[in-house]
């Protein structure tokens, strides 16, 4: 059962491994083998777990992966997002993939999880997430003025107010490509999101988005890969922790 659950666990990390792999060069791919997989750590997780129960495990969902999102890219940005969301909240568990009940509304089925679909390098957002920030900033029907006005202008003619079906790029230009033309964006003050332009506040933050956006900014995919790792790794339920849902979708 704990090979079972652990294999479930571990099944996000892989598909963002393999989202790597159409991205990156030898020299990172190797880098990234080791972040991933390559790691014994104290929650038990460690390279050639299923060696021996499941020895293309790796593969099946590689080709699974390579499948769909060569028939519909813009698979790979929810599928990043669902492993942010997953882990996220309360550790990676699979409660992403619940079902909401009458007493509890799953993740899936929250706001946010319905408006955006992305990791903000890659994918949409509906115009209803930005409305406020569009029309109504401080509740005195203005824009908010860390968003680039031209840009917002631009947002404008797409996205009027009460739309809640019209999408806009989270990487103008480049949401369909995983690179970090994002921090180019942010710089720029044409991040969609709060949260994008909150970047620029901090100190860390902000040096981190100038250097990622200058020429010499190689270190993205790496540092995300590393990120996403940790990430990973938060709440992980080995042994006899939790349970093995026959269905994913409901708890046992």
Known sequence: MAIQKLLTLLFPQLILFFLFLSSTNSQLLNLNIGLGLGLTNSKGLQLGFYKQTCPNADLIVHNVIQKFISSDPTLAAPLLRMHFHDCFVRGCDGSVLLNSTSTNQAEKDAIPNQTLRGAHTIGIGHCSVISDRLYNFSGRG????????????????????????????????????????????????????????????????????????????TTFKKDLGSSMVKLGRIGVLTGSQGEIRKQCALVN
């Open 142 to 217: 203005d824009t908010d003025p860390s968003l680039n006005a031209t840009y917002a202008a631009e947002l404008k003619t797409k996205c009027k107010p009460g739309d809640s079906t019209t999408v806009v790029e989270m990487d103008p230009g480049s949401s369909r490509t995983f690179d970090s033309d994002y921090y180019n964006v942010v710089n720029t003050r044409r991040g969609i999101f709060q949260s994008d332009a909150a970047l620029l506040n901090d100190i860390q933050t902000r040096t981190y988005v100038l250097l990622q956006s200058s020429p010499n900014g």
